[in-house]
């Protein structure tokens, strides 16, 4: 079985990928594990460190193929409303992945975040879509990777 032991963030040689596999919020954060790409590709991540991809990332195999991240769509939660900012604030608060986009939101689905968004008179809708949430302010990719 293949490993990658390297993640390539831009394909500028537009060099060819033999598979594309496609995969959440959640499993684009990743150390070390074994993956099947959507046309069976099978190959082992081991990376030095957990690391956040991003959709149109490649996993670069040992034996220099390419394999093409996609996100894949999930279940999410649109907030849309008057008060987007302060919706903004108490989900940044608890430290919740957030897409932020000109007249909406999209976080994950959990019940008890929607309502306390009922609660601060958000509009909630559910929608199943690529979730690609706004990085961590230090750096590290994801909102909860900072230190306190």
Not at 67 to 72: A, G, L, R, T, Y
Not at 99 to 115: M, P, S, T, Y
Request: aromatic letters at 8%; glycine letters at 6%; one cysteine or more.
């Amino acid at each position: 079985m293949d490993t990658s032991f390297k993640i390539i963030h831009n394909n500028d040689t537009n060099e060819e990928f033999l598979d594309e596999i496609s995969l959440s919020y959640e499993e684009r954060f990743i150390r070390r594990k074994k993956l099947i790409a959507n046309n069976g590709t099978e190959f082992l991540v081991n990376l030095e460190e957990t690391v956040s991809v991003d959709e149109n990332h490649y996993f670069e195999l040992e034996n220099g193929n390419l394999i093409k991240v996609i996100s894949k769509e999930e279940n999410l939660i649109e907030v849309t409303g008057n008060n987007l900012k302060q919706i903004i604030w108490h989900i940044g608060n608890r430290h919740l992945p957030c897409q932020i986009d000109e007249n909406r939101i999209l976080i994950q689905d959990d019940a008890v975040i929607l309502d306390m968004i009922l609660k601060l008179h958000g509009n909630v809708k559910k929608v199943f879509e690529k979730f690609k949430p706004e990085g961590g302010a230090y750096g590290m990719g994801r909102t909860h990777s900072h230190k306190h």
